[in-house]
């Protein structure tokens, strides 16, 4: 007797019976993975690249996502940060090993609003706002301690009252111009559905893919 494959299970969430919007899809995807992930249903591969043109890729957390886009946070000042800046334009790997699904998107990237950043900056834990200044994000550090004493110096000096949102710590948003879902299926006969479109304000056409 033969053990079913849990990814041949009928899901019309996961094999495009009904081909939905991209960023309704994504939403629905990205539930099932909190539902069904243990750590970070959030985490995201995210690529750049350098001035001299080679990739990076690390991962980071989505903290948002709307019809606008993609939002995660980072150092301006940081490899991420300059990289992102530089380039303007990014990528994206979403990968839920447990739901045999995966997301690419690639689009270009631009700064949040200063709003919108120090809504995020002040919902982060105290500990995480002393980081955010504590930290040289990318650049060599000659010892653990020092940055224990950077944290320590932060700590007394915002000791009382609101801690401030440094001015190189942001968000960034990847407006997508291209999403790509991809469900597992028996045998490599994976469900691969690509939305494309041109620009954010453009219409969005949908291909079937070979897997």
């Not at 350098?50 to 995660?72: A, I, Q, S, T």
């Not at 809504?119 to 990318?138: D, L, M, N």
């Amino acid at each position: 007797m033969t053990t079913p494959d849990p990814s041949a299970k009928e899901l019309t969430k996961g094999d495009f019976t009904e081909v939905k919007k991209p960023f309704e899809l994504f939403g629905e995807w990205l539930n099932d993975a909190t539902e069904a992930e243990l750590n970070d249903p959030n985490a995201v591969a995210l690529a750049t690249v350098d001035p001299d043109g080679l990739p990076n890729v690390r991962m980071v957390l989505l903290k948002g996502f709307d019809e606008r886009g993609f939002v995660f946070y980072t150092n301006f000042e940081s490899a991420k940060g300059t990289e992102l800046l530089g380039a303007g334009k990014a990528a994206m790997c979403f990968h839920w090993k447990s739901l045999r699904r995966q997301i690419r998107i690639r689009g270009p990237v631009s700064p949040v609003s200063d709003e919108e950043a120090d809504e995020y900056y002040r919902s982060r834990a105290r500990g995480s706002r002393i980081g955010a200044w504590a930290s040289k994000q990318s650049r060599p550090l000659e010892s653990r301690f020092a940055l224990e004493k950077a944290v320590a110096r932060y700590t007394a000096k915002f000791a009382l009252g609101d801690i401030p949102r440094p001015e190189y710590w942001s968000g960034m948003r990847l407006v997508p111009t291209s999403i790509e879902f991809w469900h597992d299926r028996p045998f490599r006969l994976h469900d691969r559905v690509q939305f494309k479109r041109s620009g954010p304000e453009e219409d969005w056409t949908t291909t079937r893919l070979y897997p």
